[in-house]
Structure formats: structure tokens, C-alpha cells
Antibody, heavy 124, light 108 residues
């Protein structure tokens, strides 16, 4: 069964740091691009960051650029999100999501599956 | 960035109703449009990819259509388990990936 399981969320003070992890199983992790997507309480979905299968290409949303760092360890089938200088507006459930796509040369792609999410609360 | 706008933001309907949710992109995105369903406290679940392709295991009462800037998600006959929030997402011009604000489908 294809599965993504996030961990590492919790309560942190403004300005603090937290590292999220996403453990992948049931598929060849090293072959897939991965993402972090977050959802503030009662709000919609916001894409946060992307990493290519090798880790050589990385993108961030403007709202987290310079504060968050995405990484992966293909040997451990794991995705990470290092979050520094946290703000109240970073409070959200953070999901990891696999990029799935049609067979090349098609470039159609989507997120599937998603993990169950981990809650990050930034508050004093 | 490409902006995605869904309408309506919320919708009340009854079991058995036919329901349509609209998603509009701020510029043409060809067919690079995906639909997700999210139930309270759960992760989003893929329903439709590439505007009209039904994800494996998703009931056939769900369908998607459109291209360019205007897209629709249709549920042909609402079932009790379909009451949820639905999001569209564009994957044409990234980064960033962008989502619509969501449409909450409630029981009338």
C-alpha cells in the first residue's frame, strides 16, 4: 500500500524552529517528486515547497522562502521540512504529497497520495 | 501566479441532486486542472486529474470537464458520503502550484 506518514508537528513559540518528517512506503520513493502543502485552521490549501526526485531542484512559496528548507533522504525513504523563524501565520496542518504524472512526454501532473498531516502551532 | 477562483464558495444540496462546481483560472491552463475532495479532519483525496480523467477507485458519478480557463466538477447524483469540501488545483504554470479557495458542499 502506498503510504505517506508525517511527524514532527507540535507547539512552538514565534521565532522558533521545527523539523517535519514524512516517511514514505509502498513505492519507489527515489523516483518521485515530492511536495509540502499546508492548511491553516478553517482555511484552504496552500502549496509550500517542492523537491525533485534527486533533490537537485527545489522550489518554495514566497511566504516561506528564506525560512523553510525542504530536503529528502532517498536511502531512508524520507522527506523533510526544516522550518525556522516561525510566525503565527505558519500555524497549519502540514501535508506531504507525492507528485504523480502521466507517462512522458505528457506533463500533466497532480498530487496523490497525501499523508494524514501533522499540526504545527506557532504561539507564545 | 495563476489565480484559481471557485464558485460557489458553499452549496446546500440534497441526496440525489445533481451538483456542479465551477473553477476559473486567471489565464489559460489548457487541461492542467485537478480536483480534490476533503472531508473534515482528513487529507485531500484526488478525484479528477487533467480536467476530465477519473482517478481509479472514484465513483463514476463524479466527472470533470473544461479547458482553457473554465472548468466544472459535476456530481450526477449526490450520495451522503459526498458532503465535503472540494478544491481545484492548476499544474500548468509552476511554481507555484495554486488551489481554488474551496467549495463546501452541505446537506440541505
Amino acid at each position: 500500500e502506498v503510504q505517506l506518514v508525517e511527524s514532527g508537528g507540535g507547539l512552538v513559540q514565534p521565532g522558533g524552529s521545527l523539523r517535519l518528517s514524512c516517511a514514505a512506503s509502498g513505492f519507489t520513493f527515489s523516483s518521485y517528486e515530492m511536495n509540502w502543502v499546508r492548511q491553516a485552521p478553517g482555511k484552504g490549501l496552500e502549496w509550500v515547497s517542492y523537491i525533485s526526485s534527486s533533490g537537485s531542484t527545489i522550489y518554495y512559496a514566497d511566504s516561506v522562502k528564506g525560512r523553510f528548507t525542504i530536503s529528502r533522504d532517498n536511502a531512508k525513504n524520507s522527506l523533510y521540512l526544516q522550518m525556522n523563524s516561525l510566525r503565527a501565520e505558519d500555524t497549519a496542518v502540514y501535508y506531504c504529497a507525492r507528485t504523480e504524472q502521466l507517462v512522458p512526454p505528457s506533463t500533466y501532473n497532480w498530487f496523490d497520495p497525501w499523508g494524514q498531516g501533522t499540526l504545527v502551532t506557532v504561539s507564545s | 501566479d495563476i489565480q484559481m477562483t471557485q464558485s460557489p464558495s458553499s452549496l446546500s444540496a440534497s441526496v440525489g441532486d445533481r451538483v456542479t462546481i465551477t473553477c476559473r483560472a486567471s489565464q489559460s491552463i489548457s487541461s492542467y486542472l485537478n480536483w480534490y475532495q476533503q472531508k473534515p479532519g482528513k487529507a485531500p483525496k484526488l478525484l479528477i486529474y487533467a480536467a476530465s480523467s477519473l482517478q481509479s477507485g472514484v465513483p463514476s458519478r463524479f466527472s470533470g470537464s473544461g479547458s482553457g480557463t473554465d472548468f466544472t466538477l459535476t456530481i450526477s447524483s449526490l450520495q451522503p458520503e459526498d458532503f465535503a469540501t472540494y478544491y481545484c488545483q492548476q499544474s500548468y504554470s509552476t511554481p507555484p502550484v495554486t488551489f481554488g479557495q474551496g467549495t463546501r458542499l452541505e446537506i440541505k
